[in-house]
């Protein structure tokens, strides 16, 4: 039986040589295709909230947006009264690429939710997203100087 760390590594990197193979037919390169549906959502967002909501590092995202830039799918610009901060839209080849890019992701998980039910797949989402919340608050507890033990003796406590 596989444990559930390489159950999930094999997962994520299936997934993804399927949506980067689909991206690249596009144009795409890797972190684009995230953004661009990030974006298809929020209007005016700032480079850093880009980042961190598709979990990308600052520097990263910046490299990744000057090319969606130079590829003219996106526009940035400083709002008034800020000027620190880069916002971001799509442009509207931006914003048609970001339709196929949705599309794309949905025919990908179409592809790995394929025969379960709608409950099902909703049901898989949440535990996913479960996990997620699990492995980033305990990263963000981290931060905050608390170590592993400490984190089980306190959830315990509350159980």
Same mark, same amino acid.
């Given at each position: 039986?596989?444990?559930?760390?390489?159950? =999930?590594? %094999?997962?994520?990197?299936?997934?993804? #040589?399927?949506?980067?193979?689909?991206?690249?037919?596009?144009?795409?390169?890797? @972190?684009?295709? #995230?953004?661009?549906?990030?974006?298809?959502?929020?209007?005016?967002?700032?480079?850093?909230?880009?980042?961190?909501? !598709?979990?990308?590092?600052? /520097?990263?995202?910046?490299?990744? %947006?000057? @090319?969606? $830039? &130079? /590829?003219? =799918?996106?526009?940035?610009?400083?709002?008034?009264?800020?000027?620190?901060? %880069?916002?971001?839209?799509?442009?509207? #080849?931006?914003?048609?690429?970001?339709?196929?890019?949705?599309?794309?992701?949905? !025919?990908?998980?179409?592809?790995?939710?394929? @025969?379960?039910?709608?409950?099902?797949?909703? @049901?898989?989402?949440?535990?996913?997203?479960?996990?997620?919340? &699990?492995?980033?608050? $305990?990263?963000?507890?981290?931060?905050?100087?608390?170590?592993?033990?400490?984190?089980?003796?306190?959830?315990? #406590?509350?159980?």
């Amino acid at each position: 039986m596989s444990s559930f760390h390489h159950a =999930l590594m %094999l997962t994520y990197f299936s997934f993804q #040589k399927v949506v980067m193979g689909e991206a690249r037919r596009l144009g795409l390169s890797p @972190g684009q295709p #995230k953004i661009l549906d990030f974006l298809a959502e929020h209007e005016d967002v700032e480079q850093k909230t880009i980042a961190k909501s !598709c979990e990308i590092e600052r /520097a990263s995202a910046g490299s990744i %947006l000057d @090319g969606m $830039e &130079n /590829a003219g =799918l996106i526009e940035r610009r400083r709002k008034e009264g800020n000027r620190r901060s %880069l916002y971001v839209r799509l442009t509207p #080849k931006g914003r048609s690429l970001a339709l196929e890019v949705r599309e794309l992701f949905r !025919c990908a998980e179409d592809r790995a939710l394929a @025969g379960l039910s709608e409950h099902g797949r909703q @049901g898989f989402t949440a535990m996913l997203l479960a996990v997620y919340n &699990n492995i980033t608050s $305990e990263a963000d507890n981290d931060k905050d100087g608390h170590d592993g033990e400490q984190r089980r003796q306190e959830r315990h #406590k509350e159980s």
